[in-house]
């Protein structure tokens, strides 16, 4: 998927096996405020916080050895990105998460790759299509989840960059992805909607078509949406609209 390179995996590490403790994160180097937003969106992925329920700052913390300035920040901007609700003098909890949302989240990926792979053809013309495919080719013969990572990642950059658009940079810099960790080795069949996609999107722009292309990126993302959406599901993060709020209410 898109903008993967935020993602992060968390593993539960020894030594914070305490009460009300939180396992640590073996996060990559970034600064102390994105290490906390990231590791608070995989605990709430991996249900250890669940709708409605307080985020617990100082166990968090504690956990990645930071003070709470970058734990305050972190809820801060995850309020923004609508994953917490911060009430004043109790605390941040926990938003529910609706099914719509994430679709329209997909649905807003697609949009804006598809607006880049358009203005990519248009700007680059057929040349674009040689490096595209060379990467298309590779994303088929990938094995492992890591390597398809990777190489989408040089693909979706490929188009953004002969797409030469500051404020599509810009706008695709305020989006974080919704799954916190290698999206193909966590949602199931986003491998084989990849690589579709990805040479319906190479064979438009090798036959010149860039709305076409643009099309395609698209489906690709909303197919990819439909994934994510029938994970949640099945995981059950998908509660009552308002429970995240009656919860905190109560709480």
């Not at 390179?5 to 096996?17: I, N």
């Not at 949009?111 to 495919?133: C, I, S």
Request: proline share 5%.
């Amino acid at each position: 998927m898109v903008r993967r390179q935020e993602a992060v995996t968390a593993e539960a590490l020894p030594g914070h096996e305490g009460p009300g403790a939180l396992p640590g994160g073996n996060l990559a180097r970034m600064s102390s405020g994105e290490q906390v937003r990231l590791y608070v969106r995989k605990l709430i992925f991996d249900g250890v916080l669940k709708q409605g329920q307080r985020v617990p700052q100082d166990a968090i913390a504690q956990a990645l050895g930071v003070s709470r300035i970058p734990v305050r920040e972190a809820l801060i901007a995850l309020e923004r990105e609508g994953w917490t609700t911060i009430i004043p003098h109790r605390g941040a909890f926990v938003n529910a998460l609706d099914e719509l949302s994430v679709r329209d989240h997909y649905e807003l990926y697609g949009l804006f790759y598809g607006f880049g792979v358009r203005r990519a053809v248009e700007r680059r013309g057929p040349e674009l299509a040689k490096p595209l495919k060379a990467l298309q080719q590779q994303i088929a013969a990938a094995e492992d989840p890591e390597t398809l990572h990777r190489l989408t990642l040089d693909f979706h950059r490929t188009v953004i960059d002969a797409a030469q658009s500051p404020r599509l940079r810009t706008m695709l810099r305020q989006m974080t992805d919704i799954v916190p960790g290698n999206f193909f080795a966590l949602v199931p069949g986003t491998d084989v909607v990849e690589r579709e996609g990805v040479a319906a999107i190479v064979t438009a722009i090798e036959r010149g078509y860039p709305e076409l292309a643009e099309r395609e990126y698209a489906t690709m993302l909303r197919r990819q949406g439909d994934l994510v959406v029938e994970l949640f599901r099945g995981r059950g993060m998908f509660d009552d609209e308002d429970s995240g709020e009656k919860a905190a209410s109560a709480g």
